[in-house]
């Protein structure tokens, strides 16, 4: 009764996507709405994309192994990255009326930069995309009780959000959105009061987390756990910033007060609701004690999906199942869309400059089909991966080679496209030397990496420059020297 359920609900939001789509007239509309979303939309389109599996199942179950220390990255960092783009970056972006995030390289650097940071920011959301898509496998495979197995379910999940994304764009994406976030606050605060009661009561919730040190978030006063801590915060607060995603929700408004807003009104909503989950897992450890504990030391992604499933009533059930498909097909049909419309805008182009727009809106589709496939392979190979994991693991790339050149380009004038090159270089090659050696057990490699790409960028914008000024100056003084001989 549960799995047919949730099945109606995958087909109700699938047939209210297909609706939304009729407003798709041309690329506009399916990249960025048209520019027409209202702040509201904006609202509910950032927070719901922002709210995904790592939020339900990844985040819980870092917080109950290590504490808000562990979560430092999401959703602390990722919240903060929403507030970030709202305040600093939201406004300069939304009026140079650009399509995507990889026009404003261009514009800014010229084509090579373009393409390359558009492959940076494609490879990115290839995790972000497979942790909606596993998450999804898991809940088809515990719905069926094993009878689905979890690669089925990634397939079986993949295709629903598919059915509306591939027609609808940015529009489906929106309006399927804002009727899925208010399934998902009000079915996870629901969830929330009923597992107080039966803990017996939030106080005593909170007050185990407190006797289990979970609320400390500051690390140890060693230099390498704070490098490691500070790593870990940047890693989405700022390689989130140069992501199509964000852009498309500030390119989607009607006006330049919602881009601004809006983004800045769901962080803080992201950050704060971010906590009912991990209150629910807290809770399951006063409810499901034994079982509990086993399940973190095995799986601690599964503590609360079994939490639900195995002590709460059936209504429960239905709700905090509703809210989880809510949480996993917001995202996933948003980061499946914005890779695919990158890809054509930016590297697509480069081949094929003169297509019409009806082709090229045919091309986003395609585009969006053959992205979907790759995610869910790649998805399927990286089974067991922890979902918080991939979903971190992502964004490392667009910090380390996209952030530095986005940040100079938009606030410090001398930045040159030699400049930006040798800022996505260096940042990418520190990065992996990292990564590759134990360097990166010392040091994190992120870190690492968006610290040589800020170098990069200094010295290929400072040093040509400095070089012509000190070139002009040596040929100024000879011909003022032959002139006093004259």
Same mark, same amino acid.
Request: charged share 10%.
């Given at each position: 009764?549960l799995?047919t359920?949730?099945?109606f609900?995958?087909?109700?939001?699938?047939?209210?996507g297909l609706?939304a789509a009729?407003?798709?007239?041309?690329t506009?509309?399916?990249?960025?709405a048209g520019?027409?979303?209202?702040?509201?939309?904006i609202? &509910? &389109?950032?927070f719901?994309t922002?709210?995904?599996?790592?939020t339900?199942?990844?985040?819980?179950?870092?917080?109950?192994?290590?504490?808000? *220390?562990?979560?430092?990255e999401d959703p602390f960092?990722?919240?903060?990255?929403?507030?970030?783009?709202?305040m600093?970056f =939201?406004?300069?972006?939304?009026r140079?009326?650009?399509?995507t995030i990889?026009?404003?390289?261009?514009?800014r650097?010229g084509?090579?930069?373009?393409?390359?940071?558009?492959?940076?920011?494609?490879?990115?959301?290839l995790?972000?995309?497979?942790a909606?898509?596993t998450?999804?496998?898991?809940?088809?495979?515990?719905l069926?009780g *094993?009878?689905?197995s979890?690669?089925?379910?990634?397939?079986?999940g &993949?295709?629903?959000?598919?059915?509306? &994304?591939?027609?609808?764009?940015?529009?489906?994406?929106?309006?399927?959105?804002f009727?899925?976030?208010?399934?998902?606050?009000?079915?996870l605060?629901?969830?929330?009061?009923?597992?107080?009661?039966?803990a017996?009561?939030?106080d005593?919730?909170?007050?185990?987390?407190?006797s289990?040190d979970?609320?400390?978030?500051?690390?140890e006063?060693?230099?390498?756990?704070?490098?490691?801590?500070?790593? =870990? =915060?940047?890693?989405m607060?700022?390689?989130?910033?140069?992501?199509?995603?964000?852009?498309? %929700?500030?390119?989607?408004?009607?006006?330049?007060?919602?881009a601004?807003?809006?983004?800045?009104?769901g962080?803080?909503?992201?950050?704060l609701?971010?906590?009912?989950?991990?209150?629910?897992?807290?809770s399951?450890l006063?409810?499901?004690?034994e079982?509990a504990t086993?399940?973190i $030391?095995?799986?601690?992604?599964?503590?609360?999906p079994t939490?639900?499933?195995?002590?709460?009533?059936?209504?429960?059930q239905?709700l905090f199942?509703?809210?989880?498909l809510?949480a996993l097909?917001?995202?996933?049909?948003?980061?499946?869309?914005?890779p695919?419309v990158?890809?054509? $805008?930016?590297?697509?182009?480069?081949?094929?400059?003169?297509?019409?727009? %009806? $082709? $090229?809106?045919?091309?986003?589709r395609?585009?969006?089909?053959?992205?979907s496939?790759?995610?869910?392979?790649?998805?399927?190979?990286?089974?067991?991966?922890p979902?918080?994991?991939?979903?971190?693991g992502?964004?490392?790339?667009?910090?380390?080679?996209a952030f530095v050149p986005l940040?100079? *380009?938009?606030?410090?004038?001398?930045?040159?496209?030699?400049?930006?090159?040798?800022s996505?270089?260096?940042?990418?090659?520190?990065?992996?030397?990292f990564?590759?050696?134990?360097?990166?057990?010392?040091?994190p490699a992120?870190?690492?990496g968006?610290?040589?790409?800020?170098? *990069?960028?200094?010295?290929?914008?400072?040093?040509?420059?400095?070089?012509r000024?000190?070139?002009g100056?040596?040929?100024?003084l000879?011909?003022?020297?032959?002139?006093?001989k004259?």
């Amino acid at each position: 009764m549960l799995l047919t359920l949730v099945l109606f609900y995958l087909l109700l939001t699938i047939a209210i996507g297909l609706w939304a789509a009729k407003r798709v007239k041309n690329t506009s509309d399916f990249a960025v709405a048209g520019r027409h979303l209202p702040l509201v939309m904006i609202v &509910t &389109t950032t927070f719901a994309t922002w709210f995904g599996s790592e939020t339900v199942l990844g985040i819980p179950a870092k917080f109950v192994q290590g504490g808000l *220390g562990a979560v430092v990255e999401d959703p602390f960092g990722a919240g903060s990255c929403l507030i970030l783009v709202g305040m600093f970056f =939201a406004a300069k972006l939304y009026r140079m009326s650009l399509l995507t995030i990889s026009d404003y390289y261009r514009e800014r650097y010229g084509r090579a930069v373009e393409v390359v940071c558009s492959i940076i920011i494609i490879l990115s959301y290839l995790g972000w995309v497979s942790a909606q898509v596993t998450a999804l496998g898991l809940v088809f495979n515990l719905l069926s009780g *094993g009878a689905i197995s979890v690669p089925l379910g990634m397939i079986l999940g &993949t295709a629903s959000i598919l059915a509306y &994304t591939l027609f609808g764009g940015m529009w489906s994406v929106a309006v399927t959105d804002f009727i899925q976030m208010i399934i998902l606050v009000g079915g996870l605060a629901i969830i929330a009061f009923f597992a107080a009661d039966q803990a017996g009561g939030a106080d005593k919730v909170i007050a185990l987390a407190s006797s289990k040190d979970l609320f400390r978030f500051l690390p140890e006063p060693s230099f390498t756990d704070i490098l490691f801590f500070i790593a =870990a =915060a940047i890693t989405m607060m700022l390689g989130s910033i140069p992501q199509q995603d964000v852009f498309q %929700r500030v390119m989607s408004a009607k006006d330049v007060n919602a881009a601004t807003k809006g983004p800045v009104i769901g962080g803080l909503c992201y950050i704060l609701f971010a906590f009912v989950p991990m209150f629910l897992v807290t809770s399951a450890l006063i409810i499901m004690p034994e079982q509990a504990t086993r399940l973190i $030391e095995e799986d601690p992604q599964k503590v609360l999906p079994t939490l639900v499933l195995e002590h709460m009533p059936f209504v429960m059930q239905v709700l905090f199942f509703g809210a989880l498909l809510s949480a996993l097909k917001s995202t996933a049909s948003a980061t499946l869309l914005a890779p695919s419309v990158t890809f054509v $805008e930016n590297v697509w182009r480069q081949f094929f400059p003169r297509q019409g727009d %009806r $082709e $090229e809106l045919r091309t986003m589709r395609l585009a969006v089909l053959v992205f979907s496939i790759l995610v869910c392979a790649y998805a399927i190979a990286s089974e067991g991966t922890p979902i918080y994991d991939m979903v971190s693991g992502a964004y490392q790339v667009p910090l380390v080679g996209a952030f530095v050149p986005l940040l100079a *380009g938009l606030y410090w004038k001398r930045a040159t496209t030699q400049g930006a090159i040798f800022s996505i270089v260096l940042g990418l090659l520190t990065w992996l030397l990292f990564l590759a050696t134990p360097a990166g057990e010392a040091f994190p490699a992120q870190l690492a990496g968006v610290l040589m790409s800020a170098l *990069g960028m200094l010295l290929g914008s400072l040093g040509p420059q400095a070089l012509r000024n000190r070139h002009g100056s040596h040929h100024a003084l000879r011909g003022l020297d032959s002139g006093l001989k004259a």
